[in-house]
């Protein structure tokens, strides 16, 4: 079973930058895991803001981007905002299957 | 506007089969634009891809469900649906329809109890 792993809780204050990263079992995150980032804020409907590792939808704000980084995708969110306090979640693609990573808590404090 | 509405019982007895139904609005299911996928989310926990269907019917299933479910499309009155066979009280969760593709359109999710 494919196992995404993904840092449980990051804690940042507004105006820093942070990464959170997202990790495959199967070995380095490359760009044919079409890396994909949701928000998710509470009780509402996921959405995503990356998709295909770095590309943006026309609603997602300037600051957060998408990369690879040492083997994992990642998500770096540059000059925290306080609406940016969320749950994230990965999406990485296994040929037809798709595998959500656990998600990570992000706190602005 | 792409809208996915979702639909079907909130409420199914363990053992049962969980049928839920996703009605699409603002394009054509067999356009070839999107794939049409299932996500679920237990309370206070992660999402779940369930699976997935294209407009040509190819399927792909959640290993981990994968003999439980079944996947399908009506292209007649552009709808997708999930079936979820045997169901137990891990099955209970907020159930999502979702697009695949460049553009990530979600339904607002239902909840569904499994309980007798």
């Known amino acids: 079973q494919t196992v995404v792993t993904q840092e449980p809780s990051l804690t940042v204050s507004p105006g820093e930058t942070v990464t959170l990263t997202c990790a495959s079992s199967t070995g380095a995150v490359t760009s044919g895991y079409y890396p994909n980032w949701f928000q998710q804020k509470p009780g509402q409907v996921p959405r995503r803001l990356i998709y295909s590792t770095s590309n943006k939808h026309s609603w997602t704000p300037a600051r957060f981007s998408g990369s690879l980084l040492g083997g994992k995708a990642a998500l770096t969110l540059s000059g925290v905002q306080p609406e940016d306090e969320a749950e994230y979640y990965c999406l990485l693609f296994y040929s037809g299957v798709r595998v959500f990573g656990g998600g990570t808590k992000l706190t602005v404090l | ?116």
């Open chain 2, 1 to 116: 506007q792409v809208q996915l509405q979702e639909s079907g019982p909130g409420l199914v007895k363990p053992s049962q089969t969980l049928s839920l139904t996703c009605t699409v609005s603002g394009v054509s299911i067999s356009s070839g634009i999107y794939h049409w996928s299932w996500v679920r989310q237990p309370a206070g926990k992660g999402l779940e891809w369930i699976g997935r269907i294209s407009t040509s019917g190819s399927t792909n299933y959640n290993p981990s469900l994968r003999s439980r479910i079944t996947v399908s499309v009506d292209t007649s009155k552009n709808q997708f649906s999930l079936n979820l066979s045997s169901v137990t009280a891990a099955d209970t969760a907020v159930y999502y329809c979702a697009t695949e593709g460049s553009e990530a359109y979600w339904g607002q999710g239902i909840l569904v109890t499994v309980s007798s």
